[in-house]
């Protein structure tokens, strides 16, 4: 039988790893419409402008503010250091769309 600690580090683990996948999720849905974006001919309305800053924002929020746990792995670590890096990115290539 599995001690308390072990069990409540592998719930933690099994929430980080979906909520690295949820960011990954949002990541990939923001970047489908920036590249919508940029094909139209319009480029993006105010409203849209401020919605999308607005997403940008927050999931820039959620991965800048995480502390990453002790009992990440590398590959995880890897990961979060990815969907920083991708984040940075996608707000440049928003910041292009909106010009």
Not at 6 to 11: E, F, G, L, S
Not at 27 to 35: F, N, P, V
Request: with cysteine; net charge negative; hydrophobic share 35%.
């Amino acid at each position: 039988m599995k001690g308390p600690h072990k069990r409540m580090v592998n719930a933690m683990e099994e929430g980080w790893v979906e909520y690295l996948k949820g960011l990954q999720q949002s990541l990939d849905e923001l970047e489908a419409d920036i590249d919508e974006a940029s094909e139209m001919s319009d480029r993006c309305t105010s409203e849209w402008c401020a919605a999308t800053e607005h997403v940008i924002n927050d999931l820039s929020d959620a991965l800048f503010s995480i502390h990453e746990p002790s009992f990440v792995s590398e590959e995880d670590s890897k990961k979060l250091k990815a969907l920083k890096k991708r984040v940075h990115d996608l707000y440049a290539k928003y910041k292009s769309v909106a010009a």
